[in-house]
Nanobody
Framework: QVQLVESGGGLVQAGGSLRLSCVASGRTFTSYTMGWFRQTPGKEREFVSG????????NYADSVKGRFTISRENAKNTVYLQMNSLKPEDTAVYYCAADYYGSSYQKRPHEYDYWGQGTQVTVSS
């Protein structure tokens, strides 16, 4: 079983940047496809980005493509989400997710087995 802990959220002005981190427990981090999702009150959890086991393949939601970058550092059991040119509509709780031998193109929440507790990102106008 994998435990995921997100960090790096906070309050930022529109146009600013944040980098989210997700640290996974265990020694089999390279066996997991990793993803980022976000959720606001009253709305379903939304796919943001995914990355393959080795980091060679990435996938992004249209709403963040060109602004966000996902990466992973397997030696540190960590996946990152670099968020640039932030907009107020990016405000949400951001969740890290893991799926055993999944695909970076998986974008539905039920396709991921493990979840972090989330980190709040608030973008002011």
């Amino acid at each position: 079983q994998v435990q995921l802990v997100e960090s790096g959220g906070g309050l930022v002005q529109a146009g600013g940047s944040l980098r989210l981190s997700c640290v996974a427990s265990g020694r089999t981090f390279t066996s997991y496809t990793m993803g980022w999702f976000r959720q606001t009150p009253g709305k379903e959890r939304e796919f943001v980005s995914g990355i393959s086991l080795s980091g060679g393949s990435t996938n992004y939601a249209d709403s963040v493509k060109g602004r966000f970058t996902i990466s992973r550092e397997n030696a540190k059991n960590t996946v990152y989400l670099q968020m640039n040119s932030l907009k107020p509509e990016d405000t949400a709780v951001y969740y890290c997710a893991a799926d055993y031998y999944g695909s970076s193109y998986q974008k539905r929440p039920h396709e991921y087995d493990y979840w972090g507790q989330g980190t709040q990102v608030t973008v002011s106008s």
